[in-house]
């Protein structure tokens, strides 16, 4: 009997790599400081000066994922991200602006 060993077993924790670029969606400029987070693990990253982040591990045992990027001043992604043993993924994310958190909102409560 032949045993070969396979890098693709389902369950079995495989290297991957996730990289990618955050931008803002109007603008297409990069974000950085935005915070990438792997969902349901301890892998975080911070995007770089030009929006760029970039994720190594040998942990993902899971068919899909979710990376969650969130930055002030723009609405929190939620980005399901199928994953294949062995293959590197590339995500472009573009982020909306949140306009309630650009401006600052003062008022006056009165009481009667």
Do not use: C, W
């Amino acid at each position: 009997m032949i045993f070969s060993l396979m890098n693709f077993s389902l369950g079995v924790p495989q290297e991957m790599k996730i990289s990618g670029v955050v931008l803002d969606a109007a603008t297409f400029e990069p974000i950085p400081d935005s915070h990438i987070i792997i969902e349901g693990s301890t892998m975080e990253t911070f995007t770089g000066e030009h929006g760029k982040f970039e994720i190594n591990s040998s942990d993902f045992s899971a068919v899909q994922i979710i990376v969650t990027v969130s930055k002030n001043g723009y609405l929190l992604q939620r980005i399901p991200v199928n994953i294949v043993p062995g293959q590197a993924r590339r995500l472009e994310i573009l982020m909306q602006s949140d306009l309630f958190k650009d401006h600052l909102m003062t008022g006056a409560v009165s009481l009667s």
